[in-house]
């Protein structure tokens, strides 16, 4: 990434359509690390964290006999894998596991300095607990819905990257599912991006589903902070997708 996409500034959208937001630890415990300690750190979290569930890992293996045969797949527990703990409105979902950490802020959301702050903080209290000796993923994920006005004559209108139909196809679209993976060398980010239409939402409505991932394989230096200050770069990139997808058009919807 170069110092002007380092800069760039995105407008804030005060109704934007995210439905969920999701931040994003892979971790590498060592072995000795006894996984119910996570399960004493609610009263860690903060009085907002209000349940806490297990997370049970299963392994299922399914073997290919004759043609037609039926084969019962067989089931083995892997015990409890981590922890998940919800603030007591259902909106904030921390993930405490033996393989990484996740919080994820559902609908209204309030804004990345806001959850990025909370999923640093957990982070912190994750990696205190655990010590990872490596962390080789970071990843953001944002899924947006939104809502285009009926009556839908043009999605050109909303969106920047349509499917494009061949000719002599019939020229109605009334729903469509594609995803690309990107890989950007400046940066050495990939991303993911899904783009649906779906069923109409209602009679003024017809909801469009975009769906972006930017992750980061990266080297772990030892320090849980360090790992911290390499988000900004996947946020920018995740902005970029955002802003470049949508009309502008589309984005007044949301100002």
Request: aromatic share 10%; with cysteine; proline share 7%.
């Amino acid at each position: 990434m170069n110092a002007s996409e380092q800069l760039q500034q995105f407008p804030h959208l005060p109704r934007a359509p995210i439905t969920e937001a999701v931040i994003d630890f892979r971790a590498k415990l060592p072995d000795g690390f006894v996984i119910e300690g996570f399960r004493d750190l609610q009263s860690k979290l903060g009085g907002d964290f209000t349940s806490v569930e297990e997370l049970k890992g299963i392994q299922l293996h399914l073997q290919f006999g004759a043609p037609h045969a039926v084969e019962v797949p067989s089931r083995k527990d892997l015990g409890v894998a981590g922890y998940c703990f919800r603030s007591a409105d259902g909106k904030n979902i921390a993930q405490f596991r033996r393989d990484g950490f996740t919080l994820s802020r559902l609908a209204p959301y309030t804004s990345w300095e806001d959850v990025f702050a909370q999923a640093a903080r957990l982070w912190m209290l994750y990696a205190e607990t655990a010590t990872p000796i490596d962390v080789p993923r970071i990843a953001v994920r944002y899924i947006n819905r939104i809502l285009v006005p009926q009556p839908l004559s043009d999605l050109s209108k909303y969106l920047t990257a349509l499917p494009v139909l061949p000719k002599n196809w019939p020229n109605i679209l009334s729903g469509f599912l594609t995803k690309v993976v990107i890989h950007d060398p400046a940066s050495a980010l990939v991303a993911n991006v899904a783009q649906a239409l779906e069923s109409p939402a209602d009679e003024r409505h017809v909801p469009v589903l975009l769906d972006i991932g930017v992750s980061e394989q990266i080297m772990f230096d030892g320090k849980a902070e360090a790992s911290l200050s390499r988000f900004e770069k996947l946020r920018q990139l995740k902005n970029r997708i955002f802003f470049s997808s949508l009309t502008e058009e589309a984005i007044n919807l949301f100002r």
